[in-house]
């Protein structure tokens, strides 16, 4: 007979081979990664082995009940997981309650359930959300807090730390925002737990570098997918997207050219075509040791910063908030730099990654209850953070990332009556950054 | 001053390694940088990093100009602009600004006007305090000058002296005797002391981790051993740190040798003699004394030093605390099933982490088996 236990991540199969597992010369035993289970139990009951399952460290199961009622379309994507034998990720935009559906998810399995979140205001966020709805106490595992109940919301960063310690204690894994899962750091808890049951949330899965393919694995395939257009007007806001191209003022379209010249110049001079990230990377790996390629580099970047952060886009900036001088409008760029530059001109509100959590908190208390209109920030409001509902952003720099634009229009979806939500971008004219613009905005 | 990690310039080849000093012919960008810190005094850093990061255009190695920067900036007093609480300032004027539109420098004066107001200041200390928490917003009050010349020498002291940080091993030969080397030696590391028809060798073994306070000393010993008419040095450096084997790094003395400390600062923020080794209390019952000293960047011997307050027994690299020694050998003795899972059970329950070490320093064999649990325990 087969005796399967967990041992820091993996399954060990004491008397006989299991799917995955590999020979410990050592103890005579078999070890399989521990995300295998499912796997191997579902071997072993059609080959009808004889096995006893010590995996789980088995509490009474989990009796809770929730007042949500779903929508149509989170009705379907649950059901969609569900039919997919309880794994897979659903993809919904921001505003369209991904977390009622992984609520109801828990409620329905009745397992314990450990909740993966990428930041620690998003484990507070889940832990106030799911006490409400379920009315008992929920666990919090994150640096300085270990408080493990049979619901406990975790980030990613100590659930890597603690799998040793939690990885046979779960029966659901939900990873909020699960596009973080494939990143080299964090790949390691779709393996290293034994939950058999997992869900994925996001709004916009894919990843630059196509690291997403390998959540199939870990949490199982794209069971529901509901894009914005398709929800807006009924269940999220109205919305309209404009690009707006604004010409860099004469003495920045002076540096600019003179920068890329200098770039252009170097790449032709040695023959090097950039037709890939890749190429772009053995470029920057060359200007390590090439002074010359440095210089390149350095033109090309101080060209980009120029057209990410001309001048003639703040002064944009100003015609838009008047155009709209009562709506609430999020400001984003893609550097600090500009973020304080645009607060000490036009006098609003910042957030960053340098603001003290305090005062991040008590802006956007300020910003929900209207005592400010604007806040300008980078890239830390784009996830992880509960904003205020706004109806207007203006996109003043950013990357070529689509689920970073996604993410930032998601900011104003949120259904209000008669909303009519805007994003505006700025893109300096004639510049490499319409290409970048022309990637984010493709999806 | 010792420059950054990743500053450091080397070329490595057949288990030799060597430091990539700065030149004579590197002496236009040195003029550079120094009139660069020079004009940016009463500027932000921000500026000044944008300032600095523009000479990385200048076609020299970047490296070489962000670590002269850093011994550059060494030589620098920044401090903050503002003279109002920063976030206060924050709340007043945004509070101020509200729903406001700022479209024109008129309508942006207009709040700061009404925000200073408020705060009891002028408009000019309210727009320096509005983000004066930030770093890039500091600003830079003092640059001590320095010829490039000396710079470019005190940037070739700095380089070696990171190099020397990351080795293991230094054995440093000079003419006579110096109880000033000698004592700084044994501040660094393990040091052993021999002399030879007049010349004095000394051995140091380093830990692993070099602390700030022993690269301090590094740097001491350094500094006076370039005085010295002769010597050589020779070092076993792993660089970079993640690299397998080390290298053997040379360095003598000769005519005209650029490696120079710059002078220190005018008022030094801490005087070498008062200079004191980090106080670390080492309090754990149960101490092996390898991983300490690794976790801490100490030799064993300084961990012994440090362990006071309780009575230890020293097994051979285990030092346990006589009281707990008693608890576990009554523990261990109270066991009718040697296997390793009740032995862990019952070590851990008297509040041993680790029971293969302990076991092995009190004599104990772990034979062990397929299932790690069934192992037999026996005392040789």
Redesign the interface.
């Known amino acids: 007979m087969i005796r399967l236990t967990f041992d820091r991540g993996s399954v060990v199969s ?1 008397g006989g081979p299991v799917p995955y597992g590999k020979l410990d010369a ?4 078999y070890r399989a990664p521990a995300f295998r289970y499912r796997l191997i139990l579902e071997h072993l009951e059609r080959e009808g082995v004889e096995y006893s399952d010590e995996v789980f460290m088995r509490g009474s199961g989990l009796q809770l009940s929730s007042n949500i009622v779903l929508r149509d379309y989170q009705k379907e994507a649950l059901e969609a997981w569900r039919d997919e034998g309880h794994r897979g990720v659903v993809v919904l935009p921001t505003g369209a309650g991904k977390t009622v559906v992984a609520i109801k998810a828990i409620e329905s399995l009745g397992e314990p359930a450990l909740i993966v979140v990428p930041t620690l205001v998003l484990v507070e966020q889940w832990r106030t959300r799911l006490e409400e709805e379920f009315g008992v106490d929920v666990g919090v595992v994150r640096g300085g807090a270990r408080e493990v109940r049979p619901i406990t919301v975790i980030t990613y960063d100590s659930a890597v730390l603690r799998s040793e310690e939690l990885g046979n204690r779960f029966g659901l894994l939900v990873f909020d925002e699960v596009h973080h899962l494939p990143a080299a750091s964090y790949r390691r808890i779709g393996t290293l737990y034994a939950a058999p049951y997992r869900m994925g949330l996001t709004a916009t899965l894919s990843r630059e570098d196509g690291a997403h393919v390998s959540l199939i694995e870990y949490v199982g395939r794209i069971v529901y997918e509901m894009e914005v257009d398709e929800l807006a007007g009924v269940h999220l806001a109205d919305y309209s997207v404009e690009t707006i191209q604004v010409p860099l003022t004469p003495e920045e379209q002076m540096e600019y050219d003179n920068g890329f010249s200098i770039y252009r110049g170097y790449l032709q001079s040695r023959g090097i075509r950039i037709r890939s990230a890749r190429d772009y990377q053995r470029f920057v790996m060359r ?2 040791r090439d ?2 390629a ?2 390149a580099l ?2 090309r970047n101080r060209a980009m910063d120029l057209a990410m952060n001309s001048s003639s886009k703040v002064e944009y900036l ?1 015609r838009i ?2 155009s709209y ?2 709506e609430k409008a999020l400001v984003f760029t893609r550097h600090n ?1 500009l973020v ?1 530059r645009i ?7 910042a957030i960053t990654h ?1 603001t ?1 959590g305090r ?1 991040r908190e ?1 802006t956007l208390e300020r910003f929900k209850s ?4 604007r806040i300008v920030t980078s890239q830390v409001l784009d996830e992880g953070v509960d904003v205020p509902d706004a109806s207007l952003a203006v996109v003043l720099s950013g990357t070529g990332s689509s689920r970073q634009f996604i993410q930032r229009l998601g900011r104003v979806l949120r259904k209000g009556e008669g909303k009519q939500a805007k994003l505006v971008e700025l893109v300096s004219k004639g510049t490499a950054e319409t290409r970048v613009s022309r990637r984010r905005s493709s999806r | 001053m010792i420059l950054p990690s990743e500053d450091i310039r080397v070329r490595r080849r057949r288990g030799v390694i060597r430091p990539v000093y700065a030149s004579e012919d590197e002496v236009s960008l040195a003029k550079t940088l120094v009139s660069v810190f020079g004009e940016h005094v009463g500027e932000t850093r921000g500026d000044l990093k944008e300032a600095l990061s523009g000479c990385e255009m200048l076609g020299f190695d970047y490296r070489l100009v962000r670590g002269l920067s850093s011994v550059l900036e060494d030589r620098c007093v920044f401090g903050s602009r503002g003279v109002l609480d920063p976030s206060r300032v924050r709340r007043a004027v945004f509070e101020e600004a509200g729903r406001r539109i700022v479209a024109s420098e008129d309508d942006r004066k207009g709040i700061l006007g009404a925000a200073s107001f408020r705060l009891g200041s002028s408009v000019y200390d309210l727009e320096r305090s509005l983000y004066a928490d930030l770093q890039d917003e500091q600003e830079l009050q003092e640059f001590e000058q320095v010829e490039p010349m000396d710079l470019l020498k005190g940037y070739n002291f700095s380089l070696l002296v990171a190099l020397l940080a990351h080795a293991r091993h230094i054995e440093l030969t000079y003419d006579g005797d110096s109880p000033e080397l000698r004592d700084l030696c044994s501040r660094i590391g393990e040091c052993k002391h021999s002399n030879v028809r007049g010349s004095s060798m000394l051995s140091i073994k380093l830990p692993a981790r070099l602390s700030g306070y022993r690269a301090s000393h590094l740097q001491d010993l350094l500094t006076v051993v370039l005085g010295m008419k002769s010597w050589s040095l020779k070092a076993e450096v792993v660089y970079p740190p993640r690299s397998k084997k080390p290298h053997t790094l040379e360095v003598r003395s000769q005519k005209g040798i650029m490696i120079k400390p710059l002078q220190p600062r005018t008022e030094p923020l801490v005087e070498a003699s008062v200079r004191q080794a980090p106080r670390v209390r080492v309090r754990s019952k149960i101490i092996d004394l390898e991983r300490t000293a690794d976790r801490l960047g100490l030799t064993e011997a300084e961990v012994r030093g440090m362990v006071k307050g309780l009575s230890y027994v020293d097994l051979g690299g285990m030092l346990v605390a006589e009281g707990k020694l008693q608890e576990v050998e009554k523990a261990l003795s109270g066991l009718s099933d040697m296997r390793f899972g009740e032995v862990r059970r019952v070590l851990r329950g008297v509040g041993v982490k680790e029971p293969v070490p302990l076991l092995e320093a009190l004599g104990y064999v772990v034979e062990w088996n397929r299932d790690r649990d069934e192992s037999l325990v026996y005392r040789i």
Do not use: F
Request: neutral net charge.
């Open positions: 004491e050592r103890s005579g035993n200007s390590g002074p010359e440095r210089r350095l033109a100003k908030l008047l001088p009562d730099k304080y607060s000490k001109e036009i006098l609003i509100p340098q003290p005062e008590e209207g005592v400010y209109l």
